[in-house]
């Protein structure tokens, strides 16, 4: 589920839709949460879809760490990638803003962490020297990516937080935990899907 402070908002032919913020999102905030509504795909499924259907499904699906297909079941599969995302993924299944967002601020992902098919090209962004997503990026990137999470999570218990209840139980008391600054974080590596060693996906 995305944050309740956002709305979707039409930027362009190109881009064309993205998620903005409504009211101001403090840094460390969940920006999203893996809830029981978004929809979960096998990839022998995926491989069994007419390929238009196909096609259209992979178009909004990220992988997690099993390899599974994961549909947001509401505007959060319209978030769009920057290589200077204003949110970072956690190990634990949600989504953190890793600085303020102000109203009329586009959330935004790196897709490098999202375990991409396929490569993923993208306009250049000022300071980065990145043109696109590679399916294996997260190996490259996540000592970075841990960094952001792990100042993003330093402010966790200081901001509002109305998806904490929507965290998986599982993981509920190490989030506490590292919030209260008693354990270290997790590395946003737990969430990489290992394709050498499971079905690889045919397009």
Request: one cysteine or more; hydrophobic letters at 35%.
């Amino acid at each position: 589920m995305i944050h309740p402070h956002t709305e979707l908002r039409y930027i362009n032919k190109i881009i064309g839709y993205g998620v903005f913020a409504t009211k101001l999102i403090p840094k460390g905030t969940i920006t999203w949460v893996l809830d029981e509504l978004d929809q979960r795909f096998s990839p022998s499924y995926i491989l069994s879809l007419n390929p238009i259907l196909r096609e259209k499904l992979l178009k909004y699906c990220y992988r997690d760490n099993e390899g599974t297909y994961i549909l947001c079941w509401d505007i959060g599969k319209f978030v769009n990638h920057s290589f200077n995302s204003s949110c970072i993924g956690t190990a634990y299944k949600f989504e953190l803003a890793v600085r303020d967002i102000h109203p009329g601020e586009e959330l935004t992902d790196d897709y490098g962490y999202l375990n991409l098919d396929k490569p993923f090209y993208c306009f250049p962004e000022k300071g980065s020297p990145r043109t696109k997503v590679m399916p294996d990026d997260i190996l490259q990137y996540y000592p970075e990516w841990d960094k952001k999470a792990v100042e993003a999570m330093n402010y966790f218990n200081q901001v509002q937080q109305p998806l904490k209840g929507l965290i998986n139980h599982k993981y509920l008391d190490k989030v506490n935990a590292v919030a209260e600054g008693k354990e270290e974080m997790d590395s946003i590596l737990n969430v990489y899907y290992e394709r050498s060693k499971k079905l690889k996906f045919v397009s």
